[in-house]
């Protein structure tokens, strides 16, 4: 089993800073890319930024020069550094990777969060 466990959402002021986690845990033989997601009231879930094993990375145009992603792959481990935040940033942030299992048939799987409320008050 995999498990994916994302923290450090919360309420910022517009201009604010947040960090988020995102942790991969369980039967894991290797990640290829990871990635956040977020998903505000009443609209669809939208790409944030990915990152690939080698630290390629990809960013919607919205959060271009104020977020940055990064991953620790010793720990399995994704961050979102989000800064100068909008109002219109505020929505469930979800994590999400591609992941190998470590047990037989070492298939790969693509994996969801729980997701992390971030609100930015104006």
């Known amino acids: 089993q995999v498990q994916l466990v994302e923290s450090g959402g919360g309420l910022v002021q517009a201009g604010g800073s947040l960090r988020l986690s995102c942790a991969a845990s369980?039967?894991?033989?290797?990640?290829?890319?990871m990635g956040w997601y977020r998903q505000a009231p009443g609209k669809q879930r939208e790409l944030v930024a990915t990152?690939?094993?080698?630290?390629?990375?990809n960013y919607a145009n919205s959060v271009k020069g104020r977020f940055t992603i990064s991953r620790d792959n010793a720990k399995n481990t994704v961050y979102l550094q989000m800064s100068n935040l909008k109002p219109e940033d505020t929505a469930v942030y979800y994590c999400n990777a591609e992941i190998r299992s470590s047990k037989y048939p070492f298939s790969s799987g693509n994996y969801w969060g729980q997701g992390t409320q971030v609100t930015v008050s104006s």
């Open positions: 990152i690939n094993t080698g630290g390629s990375t």
């Open positions: 369980g039967s894991i033989l290797s990640i290829s890319f």
